[in-house]
């Protein structure tokens, strides 16, 4: 079905999680993000989510493109928003999928996540044994690096769970020396307000002055961080035809500039891009150009 990975942990309350997502709120860390405050207990209880819950099975699915659209003289759109929108094409599989076990095993309950709902997804996937918590808080995989989606399943069915791997960091700082904004202060902790991800995307207020030589014109998310990972030397390229750029891989800064929200509409109709809406990408824009 095209995922890489899989791995299995048992549904119990992310107790080690508690006290870091605690602390990294009380900084602030979440900046304007104030969905990230809500829903506590559910973000570390699965069994809050989905009732009667006795396992996690977490997934990857690949995004790393043949060509790095970052590398052309332009702005810069993060890898994951190069085409369709995952949330529904993942989602679709994992609906699939889900229907599978169900033929497979009989009637079982459950629910599928992609980037969606209250799920600490990193902590499971670390949990199950699908990598480690890299210094740029990112999941990161021996055999691939960084450059994918993590997806979920929740269901009511006990099976056997995956142990976690061990951290394979060492003593690298590449992801924090090289963030711009100063955006991990510490590792494994990222200040999400300094994000450059968060300023073009999340924030919906105007960016603050002190960014304006920091973005690296990165116009829609940010890829720094992992770009710069030593692991992602193993990343190879997707074979998931909806991941494939949709008609804006070959806009120049002045296309970028000149554009119209009937081109905006039509081009980023699927994307995640859509996200920020007409204003907010423009917004980006002018702030890099300013």
């Known amino acids: 079905m095209g995922f890489s990975f899989c791995g299995i942990s048992r549904a119990t309350y992310l107790e080690e999680e508690a006290p870091k997502l605690e602390e990294w709120l009380r900084r602030n860390y979440q900046g304007k993000m104030s969905y990230l405050e809500n829903h506590f207990e559910k973000r570390l209880d699965p069994r809050k989510l989905v009732p009667g819950a006795k396992s996690v099975i ?170 710069v990972c030593p692991w992602n030397r193993f990343s190879k390229p997707h074979e998931e035809p909806a991941f494939q750029p949709g008609g804006w891989e070959n806009f120049t800064k002045d296309d970028w500039t000149e554009l119209t929200e009937e081109v905006f509409r039509k081009v980023f109709k699927k994307s995640a891009v859509k996200r920020t809406k007409f204003s907010g990408l423009k917004r980006n824009i002018e702030f890099l150009k300013d």
């Open 58 to 227: 977490s997934l990857i699915f690949n995004y790393f493109p043949e060509k790095d659209q970052a590398t052309r003289d332009g702005f810069k759109v993060a890898k994951y928003a190069y085409g369709k929108d995952y949330h529904f094409v993942i989602k679709d599989k994992l609906k699939d999928f889900f229907e599978k076990l169900k033929n497979q095993i009989g009637e079982i309950d459950g629910r599928v996540f992609v980037d969606s709902a209250p799920v600490h997804e990193r902590a499971w996937a670390a949990k199950s044994g699908l990598g480690w918590i890299g210094k740029n808080s990112l999941l990161l995989n021996k055999e691939m690096g960084s450059f994918f989606f993590l997806a979920e399943i929740i269901l009511d069915l006990e099976l056997n769970p995956d142990g976690p791997v061990k951290d394979h960091c060492g003593t690298c700082t590449a992801c924090m020396d090289a963030c711009p904004t100063d955006a991990i202060p510490e590792p494994y902790v990222v200040d999400g307000s300094r994000c450059i991800s968060y300023l073009t995307i999340e924030l919906k207020e105007e960016i603050p002055d002190e960014f304006h030589d920091k973005m690296e014109d990165w116009i829609f998310g940010c890829d720094i961080c992992q770009d």
